[in-house]
């Protein structure tokens, strides 16, 4: 029998790489030791220390003088250091480290106390900073297993059809492109050269997460002689397949079953880039929820409900993985080093963080405020214990942007150029010193001759002259960029688009290319193509080096590879820094206004392992108004690509934690401080602005960093507008991620009203401006930067539910007060008179702070219609609005989950006598969703009613139910506005 795996899975689909990271709940959580991966982390860190030269740590200490310590401390301890350090057991371990500092604290005045100290607490700053994985019972899925890399994670996200047919097959990994390289090399002729062209076709796919923004697109894969055209999707969602297949096969592997559970994952967490359409996010969900839906169908198994997440993109998921890293190692030292790096606001910590994720693909950022603050759990005079304390963090986003077409395959691909006029140049100048003899290239001299003799002069190639155009750090710019471009591809063709015998050539240098990056940016100075593989190449091409004994060298520098590399990194931290300056705030502390701040920057990606990436940061940032600090600069290789998938997996283990104050208090009895992460209030705010454009002019309609709230259970958070006027024929909204930003944002959505008129039956050609008048919209933008739209022909009607809590015969209440207490002042006798509140409503919120819901004077204007008796009634009433006539939700509830109404005459400011108790009205069963939003209506019949949720609009199902319904509303679903290929940047279009 299939049974359900109680943890849950988070995948990171990466452009080149991807990782899997799963929680298992197996094994019990472990507070009280040193996880196994900060074990293993301090006996390589100490065994580093020890085993190392003596003058790489200690230049003032002597020989003599080091080996007398160490003998100290081995004659205190019951087995060698070596055993100690190889073991990885904990008390040993632990044992060892406090024989080192009770010798230690026999020499307080020597010269080796303060080298030794120093470097123990480097170590232990190090092993307090590792991530407990094991701890938290965080796995890290081992997908491709290579016993020459024992601790590799990620799997190439190269795709090799394994079976078109039906549901979709793929494998992954280095074994596809292995498989691929062998089949481009396979020797064919004529006769079964499209057979051969068709099976690489048909076969191998690169990481189709590149063609996220035209998912519903089609493919041809030939197979087996036959034509089959699939979309995009479908591979994705192979894919998807394969990672989960891949991960469940690890976890239940022999050598596992110590730390796994058995069972197929029915929970997974999938993370997307942070410029992803909302369509791309909605279709991911869907096509994983397939691949669950059909793991249990197909096993009989119908009563597990799959659950997939789409909460966290590429850039939260980072920085909660390095949050948890801040505090994870060991919270209570954690947080007192966290509060010296912040700055003190009244009795919150603060400080801005920003996260840089350079991938292979994409570039993602998130700008974050964190704030700080210490709860008191235990009241004056109750016995504290150790003094433990409870930390709540809530993380603002301030803001996120970020790029699908830049990241280190875009860098691979400015290389590949790089190389491919290289070589051409190589050869071209070779012809004309007479050491090369070839009929293709001294034609292709002759093309290059022109007036400005910039690459011929008398008839003779001008060398270096092609490969000064490509390497620089700019080379579109110039005006021969293409020219070179097209040299470069008649001396190598590496174009397969339309003739698929390129493909060898490009796929070539496309792995010295990458193989040239990876290397440099490791510390090699430099990378040396092939001199055998390059002859074989160019043999293929009708250039035989060989026959002229001459032997080409192409060498890719440090320096060359930076200035490849140094647009992409630019365009990155010019983002960086655009999202800065338009959404970090002044801060105001008394009187002393303190400039912007940027308090820690994150790198995450592997494309951050680049040298450039930190020097180019401190050359643009530290031009700006932010201060530099490169001690607040965290990048750690380890987690370069890691990090997404841990952080996501991590967020939804802070999700399903219900911490509170007062049951932590045994926690903190024991003195160890608990933190409260409120990981949700990342994922339910704004993060960008929405603008309509209205006859040229800009409209704002929603602005970031508003709150998101659900209206309805299970429904994504959302925010709405007011309604609106002056319906547009066509409706256009886009996106912005920056204040004051000169351009229009990026397209996003667009409805033609003209569309929808027709379907209602008003549409008119001979009067185009009157069909629309009479009609009002509402925007709405969920949690996924969907934006949906609401119409209705006049005022909006709403639809009450007779079973929502409500408090009746309040003009009833109003008389009977006025009675008791005997009032002989003039006063109304109750609440509603002619359709207008004679009293002001307001809330109590424990009676400290009354909050108004209902102004006196106030006409209740809005149509409700109810249900009785199989009866439509429609009654006056009224929802609670502000000023601008845009519904006004209730403010939180008190501790008691109800909130006390009082009427006020004649206002809330100005009461001329004790406010009248109207009731009290709580949420279902009791149970507050801090998420949500509640609304409160009056009607003309005396009835207040407490709403959870959405405010009950009238809805009609039928467009053409607006044409005689007023004030009946119908949602209509905008279009999406997708923008074009970009195949400059598309290393795999074929183009290059």
């Known amino acids: 029998m299939l049974n359900k795996h109680e943890g849950w899975i988070a995948i990171d689909f990466g452009t080149s790489n991807s990782t899997v990271t799963f929680y298992d709940p197996k094994r019990p959580r472990d507070f009280k030791n040193l996880s196994k991966e900060q074990i293993e982390l301090f006996c390589q860190l100490l065994k580093d220390w020890l085993n190392s030269s003596l003058s790489n740590y200690f230049p003032r200490i002597s020989d003599d003088h080091w080996n007398k310590f160490l003998e100290e401390v081995n004659g205190n301890l019951k087995q060698p250091w070596s055993k100690i350090l190889n073991d990885k057991n904990s008390s040993s371990l632990l044992e060892g480290i406090r024989q080192i500092e ?33 701890n938290e019972n965080i796995i890290l899925a081992q997908l491709e297993p290579n016993p020459d890399e024992p601790n590799k994670k990620d799997i190439i996200s190269e795709l090799e059809l394994t079976n078109p047919k039906r549901f979709l097959k793929v494998k992954m990994g280095d074994v596809v492109k292995n498989n691929r390289l062998r089949t481009i090399a396979k020797e064919f002729n004529e ?42 999707s479908e591979l994705i969602q192979a894919a998807f397949e394969c990672l989960i297949d891949l991960t469940e096969t690890f976890k239940d592997d022999d050598n596992n079953h110590e730390v796994c559970s058995l069972g197929n994952f029915y929970r997974v967490i999938i993370t997307y880039p942070t410029a992803a359409r909302p369509e791309v996010r909605l279709k991911l969900e869907e096509l994983v929820h397939e691949i669950l839906e059909k793991k249990f169908t197909d096993k009989d198994i ?28 060991k919270p209570t030292i954690g947080l007192e080093a966290f509060k010296t790096r912040c700055r003190r606001l009244g009795q919150r910590w603060a400080q801005n963080l920003l996260v840089l994720d350079i991938g292979g693909g994409t570039t993602d950022l998130a700008l974050i405020r964190l704030k700080l603050e210490e709860i008191p759990a235990f009241e004056p005079g109750e016995d504290r214990g150790a003094g433990g304390r409870y930390y709540v963090l809530t993380p603002d986003l301030m803001g996120s942007s970020g790029h699908l077409n830049l990241g280190g395959e875009y860098i691979t691909l400015r290389l590949f150029r790089l190389l491919k006029v290289a070589i051409a140049d190589n050869l071209l100048t070779a012809v004309t010193e007479k050491r090369l003899e070839n009929d293709k290239l001294t034609r ?47 001396v190598l063709p590496t174009q397969w688009k339309n003739n698929r015998e390129n493909l060898q050539a490009f796929y070539t240098l496309w792995e010295w290319a990458e193989k040239a990056k990876i290397l440099i940016s490791k510390g090699a100075s430099e990378y040396e193509v092939p001199p055998n593989e390059l002859t074989e190449l160019l043999l293929q091409n009708d250039i035989d080096v060989n026959a002229n004994n001459y032997t080409p060298i192409i060498k890719i520098s440090k320096e060359e590879l930076e200035r490849a590399a140094t647009q992409v990194i630019e365009e990155a931290i010019h983002i960086a820094k655009k999202l800065l300056e338009s959404r970090l705030p002044d801060e105001s502390n008394g009187d002393k206004l303190k400039s912007k701040k940027l308090d820690w920057l994150i790198l995450s ?20 108004d932010f201060e530099w600090n490169p001690a607040r600069i965290t990048f750690v290789p380890k987690y370069a690509k890691l990090a997404t998938s841990i952080g996501a997996c991590y967020g939804v283990t802070l999700q399903q934690r219900n911490l509170t104050p007062e049951g932590a208090k045994e926690k903190l009895k024991r003195g160890i401080s608990e ?11 704004l993060p960008c602005s929405f603008i309509q454009m209205v006859q040229g002019s800009r409209k704002m309609l929603f602005n970031p960093q508003q709150k998101l709230y659900q209206f309805k259970p299970n429904e994504e958070a959302k925010i709405q507008t007011k309604w609106l006027d002056a319906v547009q024929p066509t409706i256009t909204v886009r996106r912005q ?168 005459y004649p206002s809330l400011d100005n009461p001329i006598f004790p406010a009248i108790l109207l009731g009290v009205l709580g949420a279902k069963e009791d149970k507050i969703k801090e998420d949500f939003l509640y609304y409160v209506t009056i009607d003309d019949q005396g009835t207040l009613r407490l709403h959870e949720g959405e405010a009950p609009y009238w809805m009609c199902e039928k467009p053409e139910d607006l044409k005689d319904k007023e004030g009946c509303v119908f949602r209509a679903n905008p279009s999406s506005m997708n923008e074009g290929d970009n195949d400059e940047r598309n290393p795999f279009c074929g183009l290059h």
């Open 102 to 134: 009770i010798s230690l604290g026999t020499r307080l005045h020597d010269p080796i106390y303060l080298v030794v100290s120093k470097k123990l607490n480097e170590i232990y700053h190090n092993v307090l900073q590792e991530p407990p994985l094991q």
């Open 191 to 232: 006769e079964n050269s499209e057979k051969h062209w068709q099976e690489i076709e048909g076969k191998f796919h690169h990481s189709p997460k590149r063609y996220l923004n035209k998912i519903e697109e089609k493919v041809d894969v030939y197979w087996e002689g036959e034509k089959n055209p699939i979309e995009y």
């Open 302 to 329: 119908t009563d597990i409900k799959v659950d997939v997440k789409r909460n966290f993109d590429e850039a939260i998921a980072a920085a909660i993985f390095y949050l948890w890293r801040e505090f994870g190692g």
């Open 444 to 490: 292709v001299i002759k093309t290059l001759e022109d007036e400005s003799y910039r690459f011929c002069s008398n008839g003779e190639y001008v060398g270096l002259s092609l490969l000064e155009c490509i390497d620089k750090e700019n080379p579109e710019s110039d005006s021969f960029y293409k020219k070179v471009l097209n040299s470069a591809e008649e």
């Open 605 to 624: 990606g592997q494309t951050c392992h680049l040298d450039l990436v930190k020097r180019k940061l401190h050359e643009i940032f530290s031009a700006s």
């Open 675 to 685: 933190l409260d992460i409120k990981v949700n209030n990342l994922l339910s705010t």
């Open 737 to 904: 991620d920056f204040n004051n930003d000169n351009s229009d944002g990026v397209p996003w959505y667009n409805f033609v009203f003209e569309e929808l008129a027709r379907k209602i039956g008003i549409y008119s050609e001979s009067e185009k401006r009157k069909y629309y008048e009479p009609f009002k919209v509402q925007f709405e933008v969920n949690q996924t930067l969907e934006i949906g739209m609401l119409f209705c022909k006049g005022n909006p009607h709403y639809l009450v539910d007779d079973d929502s809590p409500n408090l009746r015969n309040l003009n009833q209440k109003i008389s009977d007060a006025l009675k008791t207490e005997n009032i002989q002042e003039q006063v109304p006798q109750a609440l509603i008179l002619d359709g207008v509140l004679q009293w002001e409503i307001a809330v109590g919120i424990n009676e400290e702070s009354p909050h108004s819901v209902f102004k006196r004077g106030e006409m209740l204007a809005d149509d409700f219609h109810y249900s009785e008796n199989d009866k439509e009634l429609l009654h006056k009433g009224s929802i609670s609005k502000d000023q601008e006539q845009k519904l006004l939700p209730l403010p939180a509830f008190p501790r008691s989950a109800a909130h006390t109404f009082y009427a006020y």
